[in-house]
């Protein structure tokens, strides 16, 4: 990944597609490093992450909860 300091462990799911072909991924990835974090994170069509929001493991369990108790 070049000079980035971060590398992705895994790709757990792609959440979406925007109108340019890039793909909204749920990612593991870790920083520096340090623990491992969770982001939702926009890739283009070549695989090059772009963008990023990251969880913390429990954040991403209250995430969780809170999506499950909604009526979609």
């Keep these: 990944m070049g000079d ?6 895994e790709e757990i799911a792609v959440i979406g597609k925007d109108g340019h072909g890039n793909e909204k991924k ?10 491992p974090v969770y982001e939702v994170r926009a890739f283009d069509k070549s695989g090059k992450a772009l963008r990023r929001s ?3 493991l429990e954040e991403l ?3 969780r909860e809170v999506l499950n108790e909604l009526e979609v």
């Design 61 to 63: 369990l209250n995430l």
């Design 54 to 56: 990251s969880f913390k």
């Design 4 to 9: 980035q300091n971060f590398k992705i462990l």
């Design 26 to 35: 749920l990612v593991k990835i870790q920083w520096y490093n340090g623990d």
